[in-house]
């Protein structure tokens, strides 16, 4: 399914078709982007995020690719070239958890690279392609927004490869920052930190009792709405003068406290 015009400026949101990446979406298509709707699996999600995208007026098409895979870079931005032009904005939100969740002595090699492959690698190379065309193409400004997560700095020994792939997310996004700053490509992360989503589901009943305990001064979850507001807020072009910043959306849960 698929609605789309040239006349749209030109979006890519990876891990779109569920959760944060879902509503982040949603909310570029409200403000006229013209949306790359990326998916792995769940066709039917997809295509599900943009027919209530195309319902509201929006423009947006489903495509397929795993990000993990090293051929996902070119087939997102030819697809926006294709369905919408040159993307001006990309929003790096795929990414999969720890396998198993096991303990950092048992962590095993192949939750490692698939997580690794998802999660630093993909986005780095999803960043690496679209930054190139924005070059090629003159878009300015250019937005690369890279969803992180509160575990690049809290630890969880459970999920030691899913902590240090979103540790060095926060690096990639300082050094995307600096070299793209003279091209007027803003980059920037957002730092969700407990969120509504599929991935959060299982450990619900154990974050319901942290977030009632004081987890973060905020006490609720997120949802993808919050960061959805975030990422509008920051390709406004309110923030010419601001690139590599880091945007928190975890209520608070930053703030060290005694």
């Known amino acids: 399914?698929?609605?789309?015009?040239?006349?749209?400026?030109?979006?890519?949101?990876?891990?779109?078709?569920?959760?944060?990446?879902?509503?982040?979406?949603?909310?570029?298509?409200?403000?006229?982007?013209?949306?790359?709707?990326?998916?792995?699996?769940?066709?039917?999600?997809?295509?599900?995020t943009v027919s209530e995208i195309v319902s509201a007026g929006g423009q947006a098409v489903a495509i397929?690719?795993?990000?993990?895979?090293?051929?996902?870079?070119?087939t997102l931005t030819r697809a926006a070239l294709e369905h919408f032009g040159p993307p001006s904005v990309l929003i790096n939100n795929?990414?999969?958890?720890?396998?198993?969740?096991?303990?950092?002595?048992?962590?095993?090699?192949?939750?490692w690279d698939r997580v690794f492959d998802t999660n630093l690698k993909g986005a780095f190379f999803c960043a690496q392609a679209t930054a190139n065309l924005m070059i090629e193409h003159g878009v300015k400004p250019g937005y690369i927004i890279n969803v992180n997560s509160i575990s690049s700095y809290a630890?969880?020994?459970?999920?030691?490869?899913?902590?240090?792939?979103?540790?060095?997310m926060h690096m990639?996004?300082?050094?995307?920052?600096t070299r793209l700053a003279d091209e007027n490509v803003l980059v920037y992360e957002v730092c969700p930190g407990v969120i509504e989503s599929d991935m959060t589901a299982p450990v619900k009943q154990k974050y319901d009792s942290l977030i009632e305990d004081g987890l973060s001064p905020i006490r609720r979850w997120g949802t993808g709405d919050d960061v959805a507001g975030a990422v509008s807020m920051l390709v406004s072009g309110a923030l010419p003068f601001t690139t590599g910043e880091r945007i928190n959306i975890d209520g608070g849960f930053h703030i060290r406290r005694l």
């Open 94 to 111: 795929a990414g999969i958890t720890s396998q198993g969740r096991l303990d950092i002595l048992e962590a095993s090699v192949e939750s």
């Open 64 to 74: 397929q690719s795993d990000i993990g895979d090293p051929g996902a870079p070119q």
């Open 172 to 177: 990639m996004t300082k050094l995307f920052a």
């Open 155 to 168: 630890v969880s020994t459970n999920r030691a490869d899913y902590c240090i792939a979103k540790s060095g």
């Open 1 to 48: 399914m698929e609605h789309s015009s040239l006349q749209h400026p030109s979006a890519i949101v990876t891990g779109a078709s569920r959760g944060i990446g879902k509503a982040v979406a949603k909310r570029l298509a409200a403000h006229g982007y013209g949306v790359i709707v990326n998916y792995f699996r769940s066709s039917d999600a997809a295509d599900a």
